[in-house]
């Protein structure tokens, strides 16, 4: 079974840039799409970004559109949210998980199981 681990937050002041990255384990990632997902306290889980198995889609969420960048790397059985411009709204526990893909889109539904995550904190 596919297993993704989340690494790469930290710690940034307004304005500021993180890359986290979601490594697979024991399996390869090329044939998966994959999601971005964050949650903070009080409010539910929200869908992020997402990048196809081709890496010919591409969705964004509107909070984050023009200031994120998903992307992957296959060569290194990994994908990154570069995230910009960080606000202190982006403040949360980001998540990766593979998702269901039709005809070369990414759905919202998981393939995987939620992991530990990363955190993220914009604070000044």
């Not at 044939?31 to 964004?60: D, H, L, T």
């Not at 606000?87 to 992991?115: F, H, M, N």
């Amino acid at each position: 079974q596919l297993q993704l681990v989340e690494s790469g937050g930290g710690l940034v002041q307004p304005g500021g840039s993180l890359r986290p990255s979601c490594v697979a384990s024991r399996f390869t990632l090329d044939g998966y799409a994959i999601g971005w997902f964050r949650q903070s306290p009080g409010k539910e889980r929200e869908g992020v970004s997402c990048i196809s198995s081709s890496g010919g889609s591409r969705n964004y969420a509107d909070f984050v559109k023009g200031r994120f960048t998903i992307s992957r790397d296959n060569t290194k059985n990994t994908v990154y949210l570069q995230m910009n411009s960080l606000k202190p709204e982006d403040t949360a526990v980001y998540y990766c998980a593979a998702v269901q893909e039709v005809a070369g889109r990414c759905s919202l539904r998981l393939i995987t199981s939620w992991g530990q995550g990363t955190q993220v904190t914009v604070s000044s």
